[in-house]
């Protein structure tokens, strides 16, 4: 345990690469011809965000000993692409609040937000063509495949209590796991890292967003609003099949199915719901059970470090999984 | 003038390539886990589009001499991105109806049509990648930003009467100039064509592209709607400023320019507003001065190919600037 969090450690190591990553995204979000794109982006990208993709990369490659300037525009795309699928994301999910505040499609309008992540995804493939790496290219086309792939899968998915762990995986490989992957990845890659290293700072990045997601969906059921900067049981009320409802649901009676049936597959949803929901949880010990596989997802992370360099760095990303895990404890 | 039409001509030359490229499209449209990507896109891809984009690129390749398997890929690549933004213009327009047919979004929903477009995008950057061209993926990734950028630049000039012709080409460069010349250019720098080959390629692609974009404003104010496909009048009713419309409103005297106001500015129609913005445009000259318009970008396009070697393909590609501008008279 630290006193300073993990991902503020990382940052302050990182913080010259940081800030050139930051200028770099606002030289890049600049349009000549349309002012609208700044606007909507600033509001996102400005919005304080932990950069934790953007630092996952550049913490790669300093890792791997790399002292070439391109981890920077890797940091970037990154976090183009992250800032491009929650422009999307939010139309998606008809959202009105992101970190905290109002989202870009309620602020300007779905169009809006359509467009300008577009402009992103554009705008981040036009960086990492920079770094003339096919192999970094091949890895964030395949990336951002999985992430959409994933998404469709998500809303195909979506309030069909026929959803399994299995699915549910693939999903959140897709939403979440896929960037933090290519992110690791890329900094590896871009380094001239050894193929076992790759592997090891894919491993971890894997591991590490799967876990972070699960986190999530912890967080939506027993989570500090106050810290979260969002409301217990978001996801129910948005008929989402997060882990512990696909748990619960797993062992679910007659009468407990009809419950979610009701629910989630209808939306039929009446005061005193969630509360009910939350008490199914507890009686399968559905939490208890998902937050032991977030924990197995984060042991699993921090042992795919172990191959790599002996590297100040190593430690941080050791600390970040637990870390990951530990707040929801 | 010939009794085929240039597209067609093309078509028939190209057979081969075409059916690998349709092959390729619907391996590509596949997706193990989310069986909703490929209905969106088969509903898209086979509605029987011309696929004018990837037979730029097929001719391109062609013309100059190629005899590898990439331009297979580019051609793709163009038909992918080339449908990616109809699926998210047609979530930014509201459209119902899209080559006659219902659009994905009425089908589906908006949701889909902004994450399987995303999936679009995506499988086009693989593709590209597979062609380990470099130059290629500069190229597509700069049309790409151009694309978006000219798709926002549109939004937030739409319905503004202040909108200038220089606005409008910029507009046009965007949404459509730019996928037709990155499709032309990359056929030649996939078959290694010298530097004023390629740049021929890319100035055809240009003006056929802006000639197809002024054509298509005409054709909405006097097209036979049972050759388009359309509806007269549909960008008026959209209150979307079209070249004619740009024109017309440059020598509106006061009277004209409150009627305008209240039709586009104020999306205050009623009936009898479109006879009366056609009676307009007549008295201004502005269709006349719009065709003239289009007809200098066809000639210009022609101009570009006497640079380029001579080939079956070069007449063909002369023919289709002519045929662009030949549907409105």
Redesign the interface.
Known sequence: MTVTKPHEQMAAYLQGDLEAVNQLIRNRMA?R?????PEVTAHLVEAGGKRLRPMLTLAAAHLCGYDGPYHIHLAATVEFIHTA?LL?DD??DESAQRRGRPTANLLWD???S???G??L???S??LM?ET?S?RV??IL??A??T???????Q??AASNLATTEEIYL?VVRGKTAALFSAATEVGGVIAGADDACVAALFDYGDALGVAFQIVDDLLDMQGDSRATGKNIGDDFRERKLTLPLIKAIAQADEAERAFWQRTIEKGKQEPGDLDHALGLLHRHGALRDTTAEARAWAAKAKAALTVLPDHPMRQMLDDLADYVVERIT
């Open positions: 349009s011809h349309a002012p609208r794109i699928t999307h139309v998606v779905n169009k809006s359509v467009l300008v577009d402009y995804f554009s705008r493939f036009q063509v003339g096919l290219l091949d086309a395949n951002s495949a992430i959409a792939e994933g998404e469709v899968l809303l195909t693939q």
